[in-house]
């Protein structure tokens, strides 16, 4: 399960939203699939994972093991979310 959390999708990159939903999707059926590219991160962000949309973009997310649930917290270029 996936839930939207305050998400910004600029007006700017309106292919962005399809790519956004494709990759949620993918993460809900194989979080593990080779192309999310997820990771876990380091420093203050040590409690969430990355995942990429494409090479600019990226989906910090919390994952909620005991009920799989995955909750995105922030999407935006690697430079923004980082």
């Known amino acids: 399960k996936v839930i939207l959390k305050g998400l910004k999708i600029h007006k700017e990159t309106p292919d962005l939203?399809?790519?956004?939903?494709?990759?949620l999707k993918l993460l809900e059926i194989n979080p593990k699939h080779p192309s999310l590219r997820l990771h876990k991160l380091d420093g203050k962000l040590s409690e969430l994972y990355s995942v990429s949309i494409n090479i600019s973009y990226r989906i910090?997310?919390?994952?909620?093991?005991?009920?799989?649930?995955?909750?995105?917290?922030?999407?935006?270029?690697h430079d923004e979310v980082y």
């Open 17 to 23: 939203l399809s790519q956004y939903e494709k990759t």
């Open 60 to 77: 910090c997310i919390d994952f909620l093991i005991e009920n799989d649930i995955i909750i995105p917290i922030d999407v935006g270029r």
